[in-house]
């Protein structure tokens, strides 16, 4: 699976619809997608899904606010090697 | 022990110590005591001496604190309330408490900024009969109840958590994480103040952005860490979340909901040094009932966890449904009975008489909680009804329903929550809408989840939304909570 597919699907999982598929730069916490709890668990799922080390408290609230944001989050570290 | 004479010495003794850190605010214990009378002498002047609720809406300031100590003195109970809570249920809460005045934080702001200091003011005494705070919690018909809690259940509670936390003068600085609208706030909040120590308070912002919150703890310089196992949960989810974080913590308390085992091994792995407790009971019974360090051995032998032995002159009972003893280790209901269980529930008679009586003279509060008794220890063996603990918010089921059922598109509504290792890990809404317009499911679902939110906290607004046709039917006509819920899985 691609990045951005491994980290839509993980997110249809949280968020509970597909709507974060078709709307990429919705925002998660504005629309009330996801909350603390499940931002950290979706940086924990997504970090071992691409074997990267994150540790949640290096993360800015900010960098996760849209489905696009997390896609190049991910997409960047993997160009980064 | 005399609460606030204890806090108010403080600003002799001690008067640049701080006592409350919160968000960036300081409050130093001659600060309190300044601005607590102040307060005080202006409320006791505002209103009659008739001791009736006063309503304090805030998050985890500073000014919540002078709030409640101000209301304290004037000789009013205080009902703390979160302000991101909806305007509709702050109101229910109002008129369900009768409560002469709600005070925000700008309000105390301002009236510490505008209002002279009245010399002449003395301290209202409090009766031990008095009700010192009331804390509402979810109530299964969708409106909440307010929970009444004595001048002498609190000093109780106080007695005991001192002496077994070891908690002397000066010398605690606890990390609290419980909003004020939770009781077990009460024991960072009045743990740390009768003894000179300091609350560093974790707030709202600070957990939904984790940089800030591990910033916080790392320069808290905690002693004593209280917390719902949830909170654990979250914090070890980061890696370096161990004692070179917080190097001074000796001990955590947490409280709540069930702690998990891996929980349990993971903070003594991480904090090696420090004391691990666990601790049970309702707010109907002031904060907690039950309590007892967690050890690796304590660990190896149950599963699950014991919540503990009862504090002294309480006393934990298990009955059966006929409300008679039932035989040794055997599980039945939690009787909570002794001086720390409430007086009932403000303006509510009929609820009050169904959840209390009295045991051998003594008040005695039915906890809906399965548990039994083995080793001398108490264990929770879950709930009797549909209450939940998600993320150690006590929830009603009910309450959701009642609150979705008011909708004006809803036709019916099941709320079921989704369990992940045993405990609640979100919940879904299974809903029947009067009319499928032409709107998408998401669409839908956010109107919705705007509405319930203008309703409820938002920690009771479901994660998820299902739009079925009809809800599955047990045997009985109900809807079939169970069946549903396998269509999830």
């Known amino acids: 699976m691609t990045i951005p597919e491994t980290i839509l699907k993980e997110l249809e999982n949280y968020t509970g619809t ?11 916490f504005e629309e009330r997608l996801l909350d603390s709890l499940a931002t950290v668990e979706l940086i924990i799922a997504l970090s071992e899904a691409f074997s990267m080390d994150i540790s949640p408290g290096e993360i800015d609230r900010e960098l996760w606010a849209t489905p696009q944001k997390i896609i190049d989050y991910f997409e960047e570290r993997a160009n980064a090697g | 022990m005399d609460i606030i004479e204890r806090i108010d010495n403080w600003a002799q003794v001690y008067p640049e110590r701080v006592a409350h850190v919160s ?23 505002a209103l009659p001496n008739d001791g009736s609720p006063i309503v304090i809406l805030g998050h985890k300031q500073v000014e919540m604190t002078i709030g409640f100590i101000g209301c304290a003195k004037a000789g009013h109970p205080y009902v703390p309330l979160e302000s991101s809570f909806p305007e509709q249920r702050v109101k229910t809460v109002v008129e369900t408490a009768q409560a002469s005045w709600i005070l925000t934080v700008e309000e105390i702001r301002k009236i510490l900024e505008t209002t002279e200091e009245n010399p002449k003011f003395e301290n209202r005494k409090r009766e031990m009969e008095d009700v010192w705070y009331i804390i509402f919690t979810s109530g299964s018909t969708g409106n909440p109840k307010g929970v009444m809690i004595t001048r002498a259940s609190l000093e109780n509670f106080l007695n005991w958590t001192l002496a077994e936390h070891e908690i002397t003068e000066a010398a605690v600085t606890i990390i609290g994480q419980a909003p004020f609208t939770f009781d077990v706030s009460i024991l960072d909040l009045y743990c740390s103040l ?24 790392s320069n808290s310089n905690g002693t004593m860490w209280v917390s719902t196992p949830s909170f654990a949960r979250l914090c070890l989810m980061e890696p370096s979340f161990n004692e070179g ?74 009955h059966n449904k006929e409300g008679k003893p039932v035989a040794a280790g055997e599980r039945g209901e939690i009787i909570i009975n002794g001086p720390n269980v409430s007086i009932g529930y403000i303006n509510r008679p009929d609820l009050t008489a169904k959840a209390f009586f009295a045991v051998d003279g003594q008040r005695a509060y039915h ?21 939940i603990k998600l993320h150690g918010y006590r ?47 998401f669409e839908i679902m956010q109107e919705l989840k705007r509405q319930l939110a203008e309703r409820v906290p938002e ?22 909570r169970r069946k549903l819920a396998e269509t999830l899985q």
């Open chain 2, 245 to 318: 974080m917080i190097p001074t913590l000796g001990r955590f308390w947490l409280a709540g909901e069930p702690l998990a085992p891996e929980i349990a091994t993971e903070l003594l792995k991480r904090f090696p040094k420090a004391q691990l407790w666990n601790a049970y009971g309702p707010t109907e019974a002031t904060v907690a009932t039950t309590s007892v360090q967690i050890t690796k051995e304590i660990i190896a032998k149950y599963n699950p966890l014991p919540i503990g032995y009862p504090m002294p002159g309480t006393q934990i009972l298990i």
């Open chain 2, 23 to 45: 968000g960036g605010q300081r409050l130093t214990y001659k600060e309190l005591k300044a601005q607590s009378d102040k307060l005080a002498g202006y409320l006791s002047q």
């Open chain 2, 459 to 480: 920690y009771m607004v479901p994660r998820k939304f299902v739009f079925p046709a009809e809800f599955p039917i047990t045997t009985n006509g109900k809807a079939d």
């Open chain 2, 194 to 217: 009768v003894q000179a120590g300091t609350l560093v308070s974790v707030t709202k912002d600070e957990i939904a952005n984790l940089k800030e919150l591990f910033k916080t703890l």
């Open chain 2, 367 to 387: 906890t809906g909680d399965w548990g039994r008794c083995q080793d001398g220890m108490v264990f929770y063996d879950g709930r009797i009804d549909f209450q």
């Open chain 2, 395 to 441: 929830i009603e089921i009910g309450d959701i329903e009642a609150n979705l059922h008011v909708l004006p598109n809803v036709q019916d509504a099941v709320v079921v929550p989704v369990m992940k290792e045993e405990r609640a890990d979100h919940l879904v809404a299974f809903v029947i809408l009067k009319n499928r317009t032409g709107a998408s499911d």
């Open chain 1, 18 to 28: 597909d709507q974060v598929r078709k709307d990429l730069n919705i925002n998660l």
